[in-house]
């Protein structure tokens, strides 16, 4: 079953808007992880938030964590081209060992 | 620069061979990982292992085995390819205990037919 479900699963804005997409999860957690995959590519690491954080920023990223509604959210200010991937929320669950259980994932698509 | 590298990028088998996926990384991780990924489905882990000879089963394990003889190095082996094993393969790597993220391969896109 999936762990993690982002929301919305496709987002279309403009460069320069923020773009929000949300993550929903099941069971309890030791940290919440974004991911973004360009096209066809491998996924790379954006940020990680742990069970005892409520914000975390690095750069044009913003991500909370509701850990009472099981929830987070990542936004990202001043959107660009370049931004355009898919963003997937990875958890890492309480006894995991470290096994990153990841979601469905939103497309974002950024529009000069 | 830290790398997983993935053997091959595409990758054509015939239903029934067995099917070697390769993975190396250079950053002494003692974690490794393979998942698929299929559209609509997210990324599923099918094998993990925390050390050298070490592995275990992750949620779709059925038709796969993996070997990790040495540290760098973890092969995904699909032993009868079928065609519903057609998919994206992802290998990560990662630094033991909780609070760390994952580096990824480039993926394999392999097609059974």
């Known amino acids: 079953s999936q762990q993690g479900e982002e929301d919305p699963q496709a987002l279309s804005i403009q460069e320069g808007e923020n773009a929000t997409m949300n993550c929903s999860y099941k069971?309890?957690?030791?940290?919440l992880q974004w991911y973004r995959q360009n096209s066809g590519r491998g996924l790379v690491h954006l940020i990680l938030?742990?069970?005892?954080?409520r914000e975390k920023h690095s750069g044009r990223l913003r991500v909370t964590l509701d850990t009472s509604k099981k929830s987070s959210s990542l936004l990202i200010t001043a959107s660009r081209a370049a931004d355009t991937a898919s963003y997937f929320c990875a958890t890492d669950r309480t006894g995991g060992g470290n096994k990153l259980t990841f979601g469905t994932g939103t497309q974002l698509k950024v529009e000069l | 620069d830290v790398k997983v590298t993935q053997s091959s990028r595409y990758l054509v088998k015939r239903t029934g061979e067995k099917v070697f996926l390769e993975c190396v990384q250079d950053?002494?991780?003692?974690?490794m990982f393979w998942y698929r990924q299929d559209p609509g489905l997210g990324l599923r882990l099918i094998y993990f292992?925390?050390?050298?000879?070490?592995?275990e089963k992750g949620d779709i394990p059925e038709g796969y085995s993996v070997s990790r003889e040495k540290k760098e190095r973890f092969s995904l082996i699909l032993e009868s390819a079928s065609t519903n094993q057609t998919s994206m393969y992802l290998c990560a790597s990662s630094l033991p205990g909780q609070g760390y993220g994952y580096t990824f391969g480039s993926g394999t896109r392999l097609t059974v037919v």
């Open positions: 950053m002494d991780h003692e974690n």
């Open positions: 292992s925390y050390d050298v000879k070490m592995k």
């Open positions: 069971t309890s957690i030791n940290n």
């Open positions: 938030i742990r069970s005892n954080e």
